[in-house]
């Protein structure tokens, strides 16, 4: 088995080139029969180094055109929510340069804006480091998700929830312990009288902060209330 890290005996830019073009040639031998797209990344600038033939026949762009976008190879056909989502737990990853380590994440990637956006399972792992023992490159594999089946349309929950969360957490601030408690309760469908004796306030004050809680969350209606009460885990 060959060594994913380059002895200090050899030349550093060298060795790395040499490993990288090693993994390169033994993922070509196998890529074209198996089922799922394989990326190999520059970390430092996240630029893409090799996608095998399938991957760059989704993406519609030849592997020296991939290579050109450099580091806008994410935002050319990622979505960049996700990206943010598991940039912490990739970053992780790199910090611990455990030789084991990997990390699983869910991302949608498209062609172009023209496209619809397409549900993946991509792992990630660090492939190559240099002779002080750095994570230079790191590989992903990425095996698309059938859109008719139950875990996709999980997963577009959770996302919608999420972004749902990023837009109105300034909003959510606003609101007082207090109100964040009226408010699970409002999610909950208790009303003002049920609101009044189960915190021992008056149904005036209990009537108010309804009323200011909806006016702070620009609610409508009670799906508004529960989206919140939700997407902030009151209940």
């Not at 996709?152 to 959770?158: M, Q």
Request: aromatic share 8%; glycine share 2%; proline share 3%.
């Amino acid at each position: 088995m060959r060594s994913e890290t380059c002895l200090a005996t050899n030349g550093n830019l060298d060795c790395t080139k040499s490993l990288l073009q090693q993994k390169i040639h033994s993922i070509e031998a196998i890529a074209d029969s198996l089922p799922i797209v394989i990326i190999i990344l520059d970390i430092q600038t996240h630029a893409v180094e090799y996608m095998s033939p399938n991957g760059q026949q989704i993406l519609g762009f030849s592997l020296e055109e991939i290579k050109e976008l450099g580091s806008n190879y994410q935002h050319a056909f990622f979505n960049m929510e996700d990206v943010m989502d598991f940039q912490p737990k990739f970053l992780e990853l790199m910090n611990k340069n455990n030789k084991k380590d990997y990390a699983t994440f869910f991302q949608q990637v498209r062609p172009s804006p023209a496209h619809d956006w397409n549900w993946y399972l991509s792992t990630s792992k660090i492939i190559i480091r240099d002779a002080d023992d750095n994570p230079t490159h790191y590989i992903v594999i990425a095996a698309p998700v059938d859109p008719l089946h139950h875990v996709t349309s999980k997963v577009n929950r959770l996302l919608e929830e999420n972004n749902f969360l990023r837009r109105n957490q300034k909003i959510f601030a606003l609101l007082t312990k207090r109100e964040k408690e009226i408010l699970k309760l409002m999610a909950l469908g208790e009303s003002a009288i049920e609101i009044a004796c189960k915190l021992h306030i008056s149904e005036e004050t209990a009537a108010t902060h309804r009323r200011n809680i909806k006016a702070k969350l620009k609610a409508e209606n009670n799906y508004d209330i529960m989206k919140f009460a939700q997407a902030f885990d009151l209940i």
